[in-house]
């Protein structure tokens, strides 16, 4: 589990019923969410809000999944964060 955890990442798409076994099993850090966008198969547009209403999977590690990993992941530094998302969208 340990070289998992420092070497490995997942993805998970926004249909995966059983993501919550999961995260029991291996935690929620090494997750990241793809949406398998531009194939005929994706849920593209509503990857997002398909993946926010997927049951037992908590706020916290929707969260992670959808934001903070791709962060870690992508290593960006906290200056390219924007400290607000006032005016976006």
């Not at 926004?14 to 919550?20: D, K, Q, R």
């Not at 099993?25 to 090494?30: K, T």
């Not at 398998?36 to 049951?55: C, G, I, M, N, W």
């Amino acid at each position: 589990m340990e070289c998992f955890e420092r070497n490995c990442w997942v993805t998970t798409e926004c249909v995966e019923h059983l993501l919550h076994h999961s995260i029991a099993e291996l935690g929620d850090a090494r997750i990241l969410f793809e949406t398998d966008f531009p194939h005929p198969d994706s849920k593209y547009p509503r990857a997002v809000e398909t993946f926010l209403a997927l049951d037992g999977v908590e706020d916290a590690s929707k969260r992670r999944i959808l934001w903070d990993n791709a962060i870690d992941f992508h290593r960006f530094s906290d200056a390219l964060i924007p400290a607000s998302f006032e005016g976006a969208g």
